[in-house]
T-cell receptor
Framework: KAGVTQTPRYLIKTRGQQVTLSCSPI?????VSWYQQTPGQGLQFLFE???????NKGNFPGRFSGRQFSNSRSEMNVSTLELGDSALYLC????????????FGPGTRLTVL | GQSLEQPSEVTAVEGAIVQINCTYQ??????LSWYQQHDGGAPTFLSY????GLEETGRFSSFLSRSDSYGYLLLQELQMKDSASYFC????????FGTGTRLQVFP
């Protein structure tokens, strides 16, 4: 079974631009969660989608948004980028009846200049 | 709020045993998870404790005490490949991660 894939792997943007990141979960997984990882703040939960609906949301500004498609693929969007948005963005998928394990993708490294 | 504290760094030698502690302040959660992340890699699941006590998975064991708001990951027979960052995380309606512990294993 293929793992979680994320595209692109690396991205460089400038302040004020917007960006869209993509995540394809493991086949059969319907839950997709997004995390931001930075050296200063660690791993922080952004949001979770399940069956095309946002199920949970972390404490991030409205510039961060996401969606999930009928095939469980998910995208997250960050508008009006700030320097502080530079981070590794990880997505993770989970099976419908799992043992609480989340399967992480390799991440997208976003650099905002 | 919910917070999980871990030591920032731990060092050990090959073959040794190391314990990584996790203390938390949270109002309620389903269980405590542990993840490993190598530099440049994705976090990978190691273990989950839903109940108090010890869970053993090969060289790794994890412990949870809800009354003490405390858990730990025990790594035995350390190998060089165990050098990585380790995160505890509480499972609520989302995963809340600890601050992370960087483990360095020396020959």
């Amino acid at each position: 079974k293929a793992g979680v894939t994320q595209t692109p792997r690396y991205l460089i943007k400038t302040r004020g631009q917007q960006v869209t990141l993509s995540c394809s979960p493991i086949s059969g997984h319907r839950s997709v969660s997004w995390y931001q990882q930075t050296p200063g703040q660690g791993l922080q939960f952004l949001f979770e989608y399940f069956s095309e609906t946002q199920r949970n949301k972390g404490n991030f500004p409205g510039r961060f948004s996401g969606r999930q498609f009928s095939n469980s693929r998910s995208e997250m969007n960050v508008s009006t980028l700030e320097l502080g948005d530079s981070a590794l963005y990880l997505c993770a998928s989970a099976p419908p009846a799992g043992n609480n394990e989340q399967f992480f993708g390799p991440g997208t490294r976003l650099t905002v200049l | 709020g919910q917070s999980l504290e871990q030591p920032s760094e731990v060092t050990a030698v090959e073959g040794a045993i190391v314990q990584i502690n996790c203390t938390y302040q949270t109002s309620g959660f389903y269980g405590l998870s542990w993840y490993q992340q190598h530099d440049g890699g994705a976090p990978t699941f190691l273990s989950y404790n839903a109940l108090d006590g010890l869970e053993e998975t090969g060289r790794f064991s994890s412990f949870l005490s809800r009354s003490d708001s405390y858990g730990y990951l025990l790594l035995q027979e350390l190998q060089m490949k165990d050098s990585a960052s380790y995160f505890c995380a509480v499972n609520t309606d989302k995963l809340i991660f600890g601050t992370g512990t960087r483990l360095q294993v020396f020959p």
